[in-house]
Nanobody
Framework: QVQLVESGGGLVQAGGSLRVSCAASGRTFSSYSMGWFRQAPGKEREFVAS????????AYADSVKGRFTISRDNAKNTMYLQMNSLKPEDTAVYYCALGGWGVAPSGYPYWGQGTQVTVSS
């Protein structure tokens, strides 16, 4: 079984930065591609970024491209999302997901519990 635990969320002013982390346990972390998704109140869960298991190739949603950076440290079994130039519309619960690829949440079998990110204007 896989356990994913997000951390690092919080309240930040618009234009600020925040880094969220996702710690994995239970499986060989480096064997899986991973992704970040987010869900704002009343909206569907949406893709934010993903990173390949071996090549490290990344993909981003257009809305965060150039502002967010996804990375992973296989030695620490941890994935990160560095968020810069944050906007109020980035406010959401951020979830990490493991074991899939692409923009559809249904493509990922393992999920964390989420961490709240709130950007004030």
């Amino acid at each position: 079984q896989v356990q994913l635990v997000e951390s690092g969320g919080g309240l930040v002013q618009a234009g600020g930065s925040l880094r969220v982390s996702c710690a994995a346990s239970g499986r060989t972390f480096s064997s899986y591609s991973m992704g970040w998704f987010r869900q704002a109140p009343g909206k569907e869960r949406e893709f934010v970024a993903s990173i390949r298991r071996s090549s490290g190739m990344t993909a981003y949603a257009d809305s965060v491209k150039g502002r967010f950076t996804i990375s992973r440290d296989n030695a620490k079994n941890t994935m990160y999302l560095q968020m810069n130039s944050l906007k109020p519309e980035d406010t959401a619960v951020y979830y990490c997901a493991l074991g899939g690829w692409g923009v559809a949440p249904s493509g990922y079998p393992y999920w964390g519990q989420g961490t709240q990110v709130t950007v004030s204007s």
